[in-house]
């Protein structure tokens, strides 16, 4: 056994070491299985000290002595190798099999209170800085450590374990860790002293009453085998019963209580925190960002706004190093399915080598190894941003219509596309007693047409790269009426079914309704006509006296105003009573995005008196990208999106911002972050301080990246028509406005009230501040 | 200066029980400004510095040091203890030595009269990791180049006043490096992104920052700095990126000839384009302070 080389030179060695320290008698040297130490302290529980023969033993994690090597010189070193050799023999035996009938020896230092596993580790930890400082203070008389309180502490002898509160002695007097010491002493025949017996649990019920208890859940671990008790509110978990116990009276639950349930929840603060706050001033107080917050908030006892702000800082800060792991997770992968890849074409190539020179291949690359899990994602953001969540909740509530309006809406639109359908059926009536009709039908009849499907495919293979707007061109064709049709590309000539309408072929909303955008300053629907032709200006005429005429002799007339507007193609349809409702129709034709604009079209256009071509387009593009929002809505990006609407209202650096500007840049502020399959989204919150992130990283200025418009087939800068000076002034204001939005000033930007608990802070002027936001802007 | 320091750490002081010395700081990182001529250097004793080890190293040295020194020369040298160590000044140039201990040591109990600060301990021992992790991860000679300009800018511009040095390294290695292909981008790039990274907020709080590599966990790099110049100097970044965008190098830079760059008012830049905004970012630094409780 290398056992014995390795106990002389650790012999060797501890004498060396003896001799720095008085009164340690070395028996390393000279011992066999028994008395490895003889080492008297004046301690009170200390007997004769030996090594135990015993069955039982307990393996420390060996590992550790590469730790006391750190300091010594080179030849310690060198003596020390033989004996990290040995713990390793020793733990190998420990894991191929552990016999507990066999002579096993616990190494139990009594100064440290630490068992060994093996007479090398033991050793090692004799002669560690650890003990040695340990058995130095023993040596001079110190009975306890002079940080702890004279009185009023609990020590646990055994385990040379103390603590300052009742409860947790008694979490530790009932825990695993000190039942098998009492075990292992049980088993050594040493005296257990008095001091260590459990209490009676009643004495030491704590007079703190229990909150949040029912958190608590109970669940069973498949693959330990034991029952453990999860805090959903704490998102934590815990082995055993006391430690639960423990905590839903402990400090950290009450807290969390407090913040979520009840805020007149009491929460004392331990003394040693005060201390520690105290200590951790200025550059020394490295506990990070916490250290930083703390100092700014020491002296502030009860604002309870003030640690909710500080604790959703923390969250924050404990997400992004939680992104952060993710990320690095995220490479990791990437860097080994990489390599995996590599060793693959390497192999092929190898293997085509060597069948050329008719060697023998080599082996295949072994299976690649199953990744390692990604890392748990805390979900629970519930408290996040709570304060700006619910400002920006009020301000959203202002923003947004109430359910009446949008019924009387809805109601309005619903009538002006029941009058559309029965005109459009009118208009084919007509158009079917023309000679153009029976001439275009004489044709269709003589050509066959390819199938619609075969056409659409060979579209989508076209529009591969424009996939937002396709999509849109999908959406519309579900929403529309007509079966076969496709508002974008298959027009011409459109495969004609049945009920097919010949002049107008569908009506669609599009705008901020289905948007769910509605702003309550502007409650418009709007509905684009599709025309099969383009519609000429005489066919705008004609059509909006034909609505006219339909809206009066509706049976369930509802008082409506119609207007008309050539230049803007619209036609409006107003209702006054009982609140201000407004449904825009725009005439348009999907001809207009399809042909190839030259000078011939443009002539017959001018010719046939045919509507504003801008206007019509714009209408074609306000379908697509009414198509591409909705596949990417969610609530973030709504009400982010509102917010920042009205704040383009309100501050004129702002105003130059289209809606579909804003919309595209909302949405890419509100996409979500992380690797993991389902990352969770970005609250409205963080999609706002987002969105003035971007700004203000000087998005808008040199050198701008522009913003390609999904919904185009070519590349267009959809902020391309600002100037220089619009982008100065809005980088500027969404500069300072990220700043408000950090230093938790929210409500400035929002325009409205502070609310009442920013109040209490009441460091901030008032009065001054939030207008030289908006004179600035 | 570089003889001063070599000449310390060949005379190594006997009454003191010395386990190391290294250079740290700006000397040693290569990132020093013209006309600072200061080397830091780092002193680990092998026991709690107590003030009276100060005052003895100190005094030694001064002895050494001008043993080296002709006779007249010798009342130019001189030297003042500062919290965490001492300065020896000589012909200008100055060496400042922190004294510090061995990591374990400072666990244990300090007594506030007698020994020097934990903080400055602490402090002394972070320098050494920091000199060590720039050395190691910051070697392109774009990151030292923007490490200069930034503590230009912290020695000229109001805004930038508070920033930790540690900070800079941080933020110029992260703005240089710190991309999606790995490339070290070139100086005017970094100098831009360093702008744009500052405006966009990432030294404030709650934002994803920089983590500190030279500590455990997951530590801030502003976490050094009060949200008042946290907020200052995005403030400042703020507008000289849009004097930047605008064409505003050489006023940026102060480079000869160049107008004064100002926070006061706003400035005309390129014929074109005013930027008359700069005004207003003298006020949100006042307002936001909301950490700050003695208010009315």
Not at chain 1, 599 to 621: F, G, H, Q, T, Y
Not at chain 1, 634 to 651: A, E, G, M, P, T
Not at chain 1, 754 to 770: D, F, H, V
Request: proline content about 6%; glycine content about 6%.
């Amino acid at each position: 056994m290398s056992y014995w080389g390795s106990s002389s030179a650790g012999g060797t060695y501890s004498k060396a070491k003896n001799s720095l320290i008085p009164g340690y008698n070395p028996a390393g040297s000279s011992a066999a299985n028994t008395s490895y130490v003889t080492y008297s302290t004046s301690n009170t529980t200390s007997t004769p000290n030996v090594s135990y023969p015993s069955a039982s033993t307990y393996s420390k994690p060996t590992g550790k002595v590469t730790y006391y090597t750190q300091d010594w010189n080179q030849i310690k070193q060198a003596q020390y190798k033989a004996t990290g050799r040995v713990t390793t023999g020793g733990r190998n035996r420990g894991r191929g099999g552990y016999n507990p009938s066999s002579a096993q020896t616990v190494h139990y230092c009594e100064i440290c209170k630490i068992t060994c596993g093996t007479a090398a580790t033991y050793k090692a930890h004799i002669d560690g800085s650890k003990h040695l400082k340990k058995a130095a203070k023993a040596e001079q008389g110190v009975e306890s450590d002079p940080k702890l309180p004279k009185s009023g502490f609990y020590k646990c002898v055994l385990c040379d374990i103390t603590s300052t509160t009742g409860e947790a002695f008694q979490a530790h007097i009932k825990g695993s860790k000190h039942d098998k010491k009492v075990q292992l002493h049980k088993r050594l025949g040493k005296p257990i002293p008095d001091n260590i017996t459990p209490a009676n649990p009643e004495e030491s019920t704590s007079k703190v009453e229990k909150v949040g208890e029912e958190f608590v859940e109970t669940k069973y671990d498949s693959t330990t085998k034991r029952t453990i008790f999860f805090c959903s509110m704490c998102n934590c978990s815990f082995m055993d019963a006391t430690a639960k116990e423990f905590h839903i009276q402990g400090r950290r639950h009450r807290l969390e209580y407090k913040k979520r349930y009840d805020k007149t929840l009491k929460v004392d603060m331990p003394a040693s925190k005060r201390q520690k706050m105290a200590h951790s001033s200025g550059r020394g107080g490295r506990g990070g960002y916490r250290g930083g917050a703390k100092r700014a908030d020491s002296g502030m006892e009860d604002s309870s706004y003030n640690e909710i702000w500080e604790a959703e800082q923390r969250q924050l800060e404990s997400e992004w190093s939680q992104y952060r792991e993710e990320e690095r997770w995220y490479r990791y992968i990437e860097g080994i399915k990489r390599q995996e890849e590599e060793h693959r074409q390497w192999y092929i190539q190898e293997r085509q080598r060597c069948e050329r020179l008719g060697i023998a291949p080599p082996p295949p690359p072994p299976r690649p190894r199953p990744p390692p899990p990604p890392p748990a994602r805390d979900n629970s953001r519930k408290l996040l941003n709570n304060h700006d969540t619910t400002l920006i909740h009020t301000k959203h509530s202002q923003l947004q219509p109430s359910k009446t309006e949008i019924a009387e809406l809805e109601k309005l639109m619903k009538l002006t596309e029941d009058t559309l359908e029965l005109i459009s059926e009118e208009l084919d009536q007509e158009y079917i007693q023309t000679p153009e009709y029976k001439e275009w039908k004489a044709k269709i009849t003589a050509t066959d047409y390819p199938d619609a499907s075969e056409d659409k495919a060979e579209e989508d293979t076209d529009q591969a790269e424009d996939q937002a707007a396709d999509k849109a061109v999908e959406g519309a064709t579900d929403a529309g009426e007509t079966d076969e049709m496709d508002v974008e590309e298959t027009i011409v000539p459109p495969v004609i079914a049945e009920d097919d309408h010949l002049v107008i072929k569908s009506c669609i909303r599009i705008g901020d309704l289905p948007k769910h955008s509605i702003m309550k300053s502007k409650i418009e629907g709007v509905l684009a006509v599709f025309c099969v032709k383009k519609p000429t200006i005489d066919f705008f005429e004609k059509f909006y006296m034909k609505l006219k005429k339909k809206f009066a002799e509706t049976e369930n007339a509802l008082d409506v105003v119609l207007a008309s507007d050539i230049s803007d193609v619209a036609i409006y349809v107003k209702r006054i009573e009982p609140v201000s409702v407004e449904v825009k129709i725009h005439l348009t034709s999907a001809l207009f995005r399809e042909e190839e604009v030259n000078d011939v079209v443009l002539a017959e256009e001018r010719k046939n008196r045919v509507l504003d071509r801008k206007s019509c387009l714009s209408v074609l593009a306000l379908l697509r990208q009414t198509k591409w929002f909705e596949s990417r809505m969610s609530v973030s990006l709504i009400v982010v999106l509102q917010l920042l609407k009205d704040l383009s209202k309100r501050i004129p650096a702002w105003s130059p911002l289209s809606t579909w500007s804003l919309e595209l840049i909302v949405e890419r502020c509100a996409r979500t972050k992380g690797y993991s399959s389902q990352p969770p989204q970005f609250s409205p919150p963080e999609v706002l301080r987002r969105v003035f992130e971007l700004f203000a990283s000087g998005f808008l200025l040199l050198n701008s990246p522009g913003l390609n418009d999904p919904c185009e087939k070519e590349p267009v800068d959809v902020l391309g028509y600002l100037s220089s000076q619009e982008r100065e002034d809005l980088t500027a204001s969404a500069q300072y406005a990220l700043r408000l939005v950090v230093y938790n000033q929210l409500y400035k930007i929002l325009g409205i009230a502070q609310p009442p608990a920013l109040k209490n802070l009441g460091q901030i002027p008032r009065a001054a501040a939030p207008s030289s936001f908006k004179q600035r802007g | 200066m570089t003889s001063i320091v070599d000449t310390l750490v060949v005379s190594p002081v006997p009454e003191v029980d010395i386990e190391e010395m290294r250079v740290v700081g700006s000397f040693k990182k290569g990132t020093i400004l013209a006309g600072h001529k200061t080397a830091d250097i780092v002193l680990i004793i092998k026991h709690l510095p107590t003030l009276e080890d100060i005052t003895n190293i100190q005094n030694l040295m001064k002895e050494k040091m001008n043993a080296q020194q002709p006779e007249k020369e010798r009342k130019k040298a001189t030297t003042k203890s500062h919290e965490s160590g001492f300065s020896y000044t000589f012909n200008g140039s100055t060496l400042n030595v922190f004294v510090t201990t061995l990591p374990n040591n400072t666990k244990e109990t300090i007594d506030p009269e007698k020994h020097l600060k934990l903080e400055n301990l602490k402090n002394s021992l972070a320098a050494i990791r920091h000199a060590r992790w720039f050395e190691e991860n910051a070697y392109q000679s774009s990151i030292r180049i923007l490490v200069r300009i930034l503590k230009d800018f912290k020695k000229r511009i109001p805004f930038f006043k508070n920033v930790n040095p540690w900070t800079i390294d941080l933020l110029a290695h992260h703005a240089a490096v710190a991309n999606t292909n790995g490339n070290t981008l070139s100086v005017p790039q970094v100098f831009r992104r360093c702008l744009q990274l500052l405006a966009a907020g990432i030294l404030l709080p709650g934002s994803a920052s920089i983590s500190d590599p030279c500590e455990p966990g997951f530590v801030k790099a502003h976490s050094f700095m009060s949200y008042e110049h946290q907020d200052e100097l995005a403030c400042g970044a703020q507008t000289l990126l849009r004097a930047l965008s605008h064409g505003g190098y050489k006023e940026i830079l102060a480079m000869k000839g160049a107008r004064k760059i100002t926070f006061e008012s706003a400035v005309m830049f390129d014929g074109i384009i005013v930027t008359p905004s700069k005004l207003a970012y003298e006020k949100p630094a006042e307002p936001a302070e909301p950490m700050e409780t003695n208010g009315s």
